[in-house]
Nanobody
Framework: VHLAESGGGLVQPGGSLRLSCAASGRTFSSSAMGWFRQAPGKEREFVAG????????AYVHSVKGRFTVSRDNAKNTMYLQMDSLKPEDTAVYYC????????????????????WGQGTQVTVSS
């Protein structure tokens, strides 16, 4: 499976961006998907995710109420709508695909994901 993120860029604090993750292959609709981010000098962290059915989502506490994850299985694409952006949201954002098909739970640890995109830079600065 090949994943490709897009939509990153430079935005002022309080602004919005919408990231997209386009997936190739036939297993996208059967896989949980996650968004992770890594800031300079910090470990990669789980940001948000959605299970394969789209019925369950999860967010890291720092983005709850500001970020919204969604997916369109017909288009093999996942999205991350990011509103009220803060300087601390600055990072490279990656999308990833769960290694287990039709998993009941939504994983938040990177070890559960085996396909990763190349990342897209998000910079929040005035």
């Amino acid at each position: 499976v090949h994943l490709a993120e897009s939509g990153g860029g430079l935005v002022q604090p309080g602004g919005s961006l919408r990231l997209s993750c386009a997936a190739s292959g036939r297993t996208f609709s059967s896989s949980a998907m996650g968004w992770f981010r890594q800031a300079p000098g910090k470990e990669r962290e789980f940001v948000a995710g959605m299970d394969w059915s789209g019925s369950s989502t999860a967010y890291v506490h720092s983005v709850k109420g500001r970020f919204t994850v969604s997916r369109d299985n017909a288009k093999n694409t996942m999205y991350l709508q990011m509103d009220s952006l803060k300087p601390e949201d600055t990072a490279v954002y990656y999308c990833a695909k769960d290694k287990t098909l039709l998993r009941l739970a939504l994983p938040s640890k990177a070890d559960f994901y085996d396909s990763w995109g190349q990342g897209t830079q998000v910079t929040v600065s005035s």
